[in-house]
């Protein structure tokens, strides 16, 4: 089997390279080899976000020419994957939109590449107690992405437990979470709340920036469970 | 898109701001139905439908003039007098002076969100005439001096208790909090109006290109009043309503009517096919069609065509986490929710709304509900980009921001690996050694991230990154 | 599919009737009509239903008094008629909608302003589909109005609960005659 680049997104290589690392594990689990790229930096999708195609064009095309080697590319979050296949052929044109759209054929959001595509659910991880999904927005509408994170949990021996509304933007939303902080924050109450209500122990997403604002609102007193990264969650449990 | 009554605040975030904080406001918005009409046995009998709704559409949008023509041929021939009005004002003349010669002191009106887009209530009412509101929603709004929060539900802001209130105000008495007594007052109320109404004035659903049929989808039956006693009715109908044949409503109406209120076809629809025949003992004697433009036509052709396809369902406003924390108000605008992020902007070249596309979390539940297939979220994402320039549609791809963002200096340094290395280099110290609050200082100051700040604790950055760890792993 | 008709609009919140023979459900929807109009004038329109079954005969053998839309003052004594019986040129199974047709003698008004609205359904003109409606239609000869009714009157506009009787009719009664 081909080796999985791994593209690890610039939020969890500068903020939680943990995250990477349990990509990684789970990856290999799973019985891939993976290499990184050195080269990668960031898909662009904040450039978008802020109405900055330009840039976003920048940064599309530097991805492409990082991945374009590699036969498979795994990132641990749904919307920077959904960048490339939603986004990348809108900015681009020509040969190289023709390129882009060959390396999002390629392009995989980590979920989704181990059972959807691998075919696997049960890693050897193991998760006891009880679990909430939050299905995060791009990965969900661009990617598909909503069965994949419940069955590596629950095959992982999980109590997955459905929230009201988890398919709910949690407010995050790139440029928005930013520019209106404090509507960005009060829809995380709300999904912190939703996720509160089903007496999980962690509400787990396949996409970190949300997680970390989910985590930065309950650091100012929001009650709800542990905003987890799948891949962090599962790889702790590996033997 | 201008008009009298500006809601307080200068910016959509002073609204919304101010919206969090109202707890009348937020009860309210909890009546709000998300899955209005989406479960998912009905989406599974719905998908088809949609996607024929959503073709109909298309293929009228390509060749909009053309059908535009067909149907004034055909209102035309029925006896229907058309008046093409390319802006608000010229609808608003055209309207006020059909009601000058009617002489009628007293206009009804059924709710239609064209004559909402263009004030023909204020703009009636400033020139003597008593135009009143009888959807019962929109009374409700017009008796508070207020305008609708939503496309569908205009009073979905207010509680039971409030709009018991307003209406005890205008009875001149204490109405009871009861839904059946208020609406037996308002029922009794405006059916003097009714009565005694020269002039009623709707707008359209649909305007049937084939048949020169206008197709008007109701519960209250208001807009069967409208369009049965007054001796004139006049239906303001935005160009993008015409639909190419008859046989398109069995289609087009229940997609209509199950994104907006979940019902499979509302309780009543009534298709008008000119003005009242010899030998009839009702409908109006004469009925004008006002097809209003108002910066839509030169849509075609540009990204933003695919808008023209919207049938104004409230799908989008349902779901929209925005707009269900804050409600319609915060946009200050007649179409608020995703699909006034871009059509107050569009419609209004530029001039209104331009806060607006950034009002959204991108999160793409609106694109998925739009029952014909409007792409919303990035309609959004591409009107940021396209208000850099003052006309968002005749938009100059080179023009720079007017406030200097960096983004150009962040792709050009982060499109090489060296860069990118150096330049996170500033936020590896960050996250290390620097002491907490400077750090935090710094960081707002070097990612302008005060936004975020305000309300949520900052991630810090890693020690070491990811990618200076699996170097060294072994 | 004249169940399924009447199972949609008892669903719509109708009562539904029938099917019965003519006299029958002529009898029933003066009876109804007698009762709803309380003393009040009840709204006849001049089609065949109606016409045909001698509803004004009727009506006035139960001490009823109709209002045809050819009396001089129909206009006027419109506001205080306590029920209307018409007829329907179709119905439409799937979604328990009744079309009247607006045109001479079919006044628009009559199955609106009154708060009792009973409609005469012959059972040969249920439709399966809003499309076979459409099309039964004919969109080469449309009267000046169609209207579709669904059930009475309703808003959901006061807290997105339902509320009966906003401004046309509080009641619907749909009595099938069968074929």
């Known amino acids: 089997m081909p080796p999985v680049a791994l593209f690890v997104t610039c939020v969890v290589d500068l903020v939680t390279p943990d995250t990477g690392f349990a990509a990684v594990r789970l990856l290999e689990a799973a019985g891939c080899e993976v290499v990184f790229p050195a080269g990668q930096t960031c898909c662009g999708q904040p450039a978008v976000s802020a109405g900055e195609p330009e840039a976003a064009r920048r940064l599309a095309r ?53 059972v959807e595509v691998l075919g696997r659910t049960d890693l050897g991880a193991t998760v006891d107690g009880t679990v909430t999904v939050h299905d995060a927005c791009h990965g969900l509408r661009h990617l598909g992405v909503r069965d994949a994170p419940r069955v590596l949990l629950t095959a992982a021996g999980a109590t997955v437990v459905e929230m009201t509304e988890a398919e709910t933007c949690c407010g995050f939303g790139g440029t928005f979470g930013v520019g209106h902080g404090v509507l960005a924050g009060a829809l995380a109450d709300d999904k912190l709340g939703y996720a509160a209500a089903t007496g999980a122990s962690c509400v787990v997403a396949c996409d970190q920036a949300c997680l970390l604002h989910l985590e930065g609102r309950r650091r100012r007193g929001t009650v709800g469970p542990a905003p987890t990264h799948l891949a962090d969650l599962l790889a702790a449990g590996l033997p | 898109m201008a008009h009298g009554l500006a809601t307080p605040g200068r910016t959509f975030r002073d609204r919304a701001a101010r919206a969090l904080d109202d707890s009348g406001l937020q009860r309210a918005l909890r009546n709000l139905d998300v899955r209005l009409g989406t479960a998912a046995e009905v989406e599974r009998d719905m998908r088809p439908v ?18 535009l023509e067909r149907l004034e041929a055909a209102l035309t021939a029925r006896g229907v007098t058309v008046h093409r009005c390319a802006t608000p004002a010229a609808a608003r003349a055209v309207v006020a002076s059909i009601a000058r010669e009617v002489g009628a002191h007293v206009v009804v009106k059924s709710k239609s969100m064209a004559t909402e887009e ?35 539900t205009p009073v979905i802001h207010k509680t039971l208790d409030q709009i018991a209130a307003v209406l005890s105000e205008e009875a001149e008495e204490s109405l009871p909090v009861d839904r059946g007594a208020l609406t037996d007052w308002v029922r009794t109320h405006l059916r003097e109006r009714f009565l005694e109404a020269g002039l009623g004035v709707t707008g359209a659903n649909f305007a049937v290109a084939e048949t020169g049929t206008l197709v008007i989808v109701t519960n209250e039956g208001n807009g069967r009043f409208c369009t049965a006693l007054p001796r004139v009715h006049v239906a303001v109908v935005p160009v993008e309503k015409v639909i190419p044949r008859f046989a398109d409503l069995a289609t087009l109406l229940p997609v209509l009517t199950r994104s907006a209120t979940g019902q499979r076809l509302s309780n009543y629809v009534s298709m008008i096919s000119g003005p009242r025949r010899a030998g009839e003992q009702d409908g109006p004697e004469e009925l004008h069609v006002v097809l209003l433009d108002h910066g839509r036509r030169r ?54 709304g331009r806060d607006l596309p950034a009002a959204s979390t991108l999160c793409g539940a609106c694109t998925e509900a739009c029952p014909v297939e409007i792409p919303l979220a990035d309609l959004i994402a591409r009107l940021r980009a396209d208000l850099r320039s003052p006309d968002p549609v005749e938009a100059d791809a080179r023009r720079p921001h007017a406030r200097r963002s960096g983004f150009g200096a962040w792709a050009l340094v982060w499109s090489s ?53 699996w170097s060294t792993r072994s | 599919m004249v169940d399924a008709f009447l199972t949609a609009a008892g669903e719509n919140a109708c009562g539904t009737h029938g099917p019965h023979p003519g006299d029958a459900a002529a009898d029933l929807a003066v009876q109804l009509a007698t009762r709803y109009a309380d003393g009040h004038a009840v709204v006849l329109t001049d089609e065949p239903t109606i016409v045909d ?14 209002l045809r839309p050819t009396d001089r003052d129909w206009r006027a004594a419109l506001p205080n008629a306590g029920a209307a019986i018409t007829g329907c040129v179709l119905a439409v199974a799937a979604t328990g909608h009744v079309v009247v047709a607006a045109g001479p003698g079919t006044p628009r008004a009559a ?32 009267p000046s109005a169609l209207i579709w009714v669904g059930g009475p009157s309703r808003t959901s506009d006061l807290e997105m609960r339902p509320t009966i009787g906003v401004h046309g009719p509080r009641t619907v009664d749909l009595i099938v005659i069968s074929a």
């Not at chain 2, 709704?53 to 053309?66: M, P, Q």
């Not at chain 2, 290390?432 to 950055?461: E, H, I, K, N, S």
Request: aromatic share 8%.
């Open chain 3, 111 to 142: 199955s609106l302003a009154p708060p009792a609205h009973i409609c005469l359904v012959h059972a040969e003109r249920v439709v399966p589909t809003i499309g076979d409606a459409l099309a039964v239609l004919d969109a080469g000869d449309l």
């Open chain 2, 299 to 352: 849509l075609i052709g540009t990204p933003y065509e695919a808008m023209l396809a919207c049938i104004r369902c409230g799908a989008c406003l349902n779901v929209c986490p925005v707009y269900r924390r804050v409600g319609g108000h915060a946009y200050d605008s007649v179409y608020p929710g995703p699909m006034g992020e871009v059509l107050t902007p569009l419609l209004s070249a530029g001039l209104s």
């Open chain 1, 62 to 114: 530097h991805f492409v020419k990082v991945f374009e080697p590699f036969e498979t590319v795994v990132a641990p979050s749904g919307s920077c994957a959904a960048m490339v296949h939603h986004w990348y052929p809108e900015l681009l044109d020509g040969a190289w939109r023709r390129r882009a759209e060959s390396v999002a054929a390629r392009t995989y959001e980590l979920s989704q590449y181990l």
């Open chain 3, 53 to 66: 079954l001698d509803l004004e005969a009727r009506l006035r053998a139960a001490g009823a008094a109709p």
């Open chain 2, 50 to 67: 949609k996607d024929r709704a959503a073709s109909i559409r298309r293929e009228t949008l390509a060749d909009l003039d053309g059908w």
């Open chain 2, 118 to 152: 263009i004030d023909l209530a204020e703009a009636l009412e400033a020139v003597g005439f008593d135009a009143v509101e009888t959807d019962l929603g929109e009374y409700v709004v017009q008796v508070a001096g207020e305008r609708p929060s939503h496309i569908i």
């Open chain 2, 417 to 469: 690996p060296r860069g990118y290395r150096a330049s996170t280099i500033v936020t590896r110290l960050l996250g290390a050694g620097v002491a907490p609050a400077r750090a935090v200082r710094w960081r707002r100051r070097l990612l302008g991230v005060g936004g975020w700040t305000a309300t949520r604790d900052v991630p810090v950055p890693a020690r070491r990154r990811f990618r200076d760890q």
